[in-house]
Structures are given as structure tokens and as C-alpha cells.
């Protein structure tokens, strides 16, 4: 395999407009733009513009797509109507998580898996291994799409004025088949900011017309070109989880608090039921650990790793942190031991090389929009 960073569609404008770009997951991405805290603050108040073309995306189709679905991942997929999407894992044999995906339930027999770009290839090979026996083809799309996101609550004005789809009857996680600026795409109301937005699915050679025509559209707007560096903040004031932080093969979705997307009630086996049963009564008991947001009292940063601490004792590690721009003070995600993870715990530190920060801890997630 090559070394080489794979580069996306838009590659070209990214360094037109002067991005830091950076390796992540074996593709050259826009880290920043130009202010990062900017960036955030755009897409929290106006609206932002991302490329998203390195996430994985896998086609199912044949008779039988759903039932490899329901078989191979922890959602009950035969429940996801045309033209809406869900929000699920594929987990292991042992409960373990190997990525957090959406569905999209494109036509009556044709699924459109979107993974992570770390994970793309293990989802793609779990897959196909899961296929025997099914009447159904697990394709590799990933070089079929480019994925442009605009998030934010100008998002809506900036895709309509391009758009004669319905947006306004787009629910929040269902996708349309339609044309933006004149380009052949899916339209999906999805997002990663906490914020309202759509996902646009379009083919590569589409995608410099196609982030040009909303560029164009969103200068009156505050519309703002927005890098990875900013998703992660945007995402972690909104309580959402990164795989390989959050979520992990060493955990399972109930250790996660994500036990709402392991519908056991669906019909027939699936991979990792039983090991995914018992971790719900673990759950249910006494769990070991809960994910918990974490508030500064000070200003150091926590960063994912680092011990949380009380009376001297670690009671949890650090998953993801940041300074939120949001609340103009560090906050983090957390795994703590179940005793101190109720909202309003006192006595709770995170040890910042080996001193101990004072820290609150809060329900998830830290921000909400405003509906």
C-alpha cells in the first residue's frame, strides 16, 4: 500500500484558499482555513462548509440487502423507510464496537453504508465476510462519491436558493435524490456539528462546480469554508462520538451509553447478539464506567488520555478535549467510574501533567441548538 495521503475531489481549492492541510486517515484534509475558533463560531451562528469526501461509503443492494443489514449490524434496518437514514454500529462477535455508521435506505432494495474514513476498509471487509449466504452485493463505492457538507442555521437558505428539492419536508435524517446547482446528488439532512444541515452525495467530478455554487450563495450569509479541526470541537460541544475515542472494539454500544441502537427485538440472529445481551444487563446492574462531559473550572486543556482523578484516586480517563468556543472554557468527554458520574459530582480533577485541574462534571451533551 501506498503512503502517499489519498486527496479528494477538491484537493485544488483547499490550497487555493490557503488550507493547512493535514494526514488524517490516509487523506490529505483541511485541518483549518484561517481561524478555527472562527470557523466554529461560523457554523454555530451562520453556517460552515466542509469537505467530507474521505468518509467510506458502501453500497448494498440485491433481495435480500436488509437481512445481511439486520444480520450485520445492531440496528433494526428493515425498519428504515425509503428516502431516510439511521444511525447505527457494526460491532464484533464480542460486543466491540468497529465503527458507528449511517444508513441510507436509498430505494427498495439498495442501502448506502457510510463509515468512517478510518474504518471504511474493516466495515467493507466485515461486510462482505457477513454477505455468504445472502442473496445481496456489498460494493466499495468510496470513489463514487465526493461529500460536501453545509452546516449551521443559514444552511437551509444557502441549499434552497440552489435547489427546487423540498427541503422544508426533509426531515432530519432521511436523504432526497435531487439537483443543487445544477448537480445530480443526494440530499441529506445529517450532520456532525450539533447544528442544522444537509450532507450533499455527488459524484467527484461534481464537486469544485458544486462547492463554487454554494460558496457563491452563502456570501451574504457568513457561509465560511470550515476544516476537520472545528468538526471536532463543533462535534464534542454536542456530545457526538468519534470512533477511537469515544468508541472503540474494547467497548461495547451499552459501555458507550449507546444501548438505544442495539435493537434486540428485530428479527433472527445478529453479530454479536449474545455478547451484546449480556452487556446490556452489566448496563442495567451497575455499569463500570459512564461517558460524562467534563467543564473546566481553569483554563488547561484536557486532552484524550489523561487520567480523571478524586481523592487521589484515577476514576476514569479523558476521551476527547478541547476549548469550546461555545462556552469559552475547556471542556471534555469522559469514561469515570459510575459513583461520580452524576451531574454535579464534586471533588472531580483531571491530572494535567501531574496537576490536578479542577473540573465539573455535566450531562451530555454541553450544547444544544435551539430549535
Known amino acids: 500500500m501506498s503512503n502517499t495521503p489519498r486527496l479528494t475531489a477538491l484537493d485544488a481549492v483547499h490550497r487555493a484558499l490557503g488550507a493547512t492541510m493535514t494526514d488524517f486517515a490516509g487523506w490529505d484534509m483541511p485541518l483549518r482555513y484561517a481561524s478555527e475558533r472562527d470557523e466554529h463560531t461560523a457554523v454555530r451562528t451562520k453556517a460552515g462548509l466542509f469537505d467530507l469526501s474521505h468518509m467510506g461509503e458502501i453500497t448494498v443492494t440485491g433481495a435480500e440487502a436488509v437481512k445481511l443489514l439486520d444480520y450485520a449490524l445492531v440496528g433494526n434496518i428493515s425498519t428504515v423507510g425509503v428516502g431516510r437514514a439511521r444511525y447505527t454500529h457494526i460491532c ?30 474493516v466495515v467493507l471487509d466485515a461486510l462482505t465476510e457477513r454477505a455468504a449466504g445472502f442473496d445481496a452485493e456489498v460494493r466499495d463505492d468510496r470513489d463514487a462519491y465526493a461529500l460536501i457538507a453545509v ?3 443559514e444552511s437551509p437558505a444557502i441549499v434552497k436558493s440552489l435547489t427546487d428539492a423540498d427541503l422544508d419536508n426533509l426531515k432530519y435524517y432521511a436523504g432526497l435524490p435531487g439537483t443543487v446547482a445544477g448537480v445530480p446528488a443526494l440530499i ?8 442544522d444541515g444537509f450532507e450533499l452525495f455527488v459524484k467527484p467530478e461534481h ?3 458544486l462547492w463554487e455554487a454554494l460558496t457563491k450563495a452563502g456570501e451574504g450569509a457568513g457561509l465560511v469554508p470550515a476544516g476537520l479541526s472545528c468538526r471536532d470541537t463543533l462535534r464534542l460541544e454536542a456530545g457526538m462520538p468519534l470512533y477511537g475515542h469515544e468508541l472503540t472494539t474494547a467497548l461495547t454500544p451499552f459501555d458507550a451509553g449507546l444501548g438505544r441502537v442495539v435493537k434486540f427485538e428485530k428479527e433472527g440472529d445478529f453479530v454479536g447478539r449474545a455478547a451484546l445481551e449480556a452487556a446490556a444487563e452489566r448496563a442495567a446492574g451497575n455499569p463500570p464506567r459512564k461517558l460524562v462531559g467534563l467543564i ?4 488547561r486543556v484536557p486532552r484524550a488520555g489523561f487520567p480523571v482523578v478524586a481523592d487521589g484516586q484515577v476514576i476514569g ?14 471542556i471534555a468527554m469522559a469514561y469515570v467510574d459510575a459513583a461520580h458520574a452524576a451531574p454535579g459530582t464534586s471533588g472531580v480533577g483531571v491530572d494535567i501533567r501531574g496537576t490536578h485541574e479542577a473540573y465539573e462534571v455535566v450531562a451530555l451533551p454541553f450544547y444544544k441548538r435551539q430549535k
Not at 441529506?188 to 447544528?195: F, L, V
Request: aromatic letters at 4%.
Open 92 to 121: 464484533q462477535e464480542d460486543g466491540g464496537i468497529l465503527d458507528d455508521l449511517i444508513v441510507y435506505r436509498l430505494g427498495e432494495t439498495e442501502y448506502m453504508v457510510v463509515a468512517n474514513a478510518s474504518n471504511a476498509q
Open 151 to 153: 452546516q449551521g442555521p
Open 188 to 195: 441529506a439532512r445529517t450532520g456532525y456539528t450539533g447544528e
Open 207 to 209: 464537486a469544485v462546480e
Open 296 to 299: 473546566a473550572e481553569g483554563r
Open 317 to 330: 480517563e479523558v476521551t476527547s478535549g478541547a476549548p469550546s468556543p461555545t462556552l469559552g472554557k475547556p
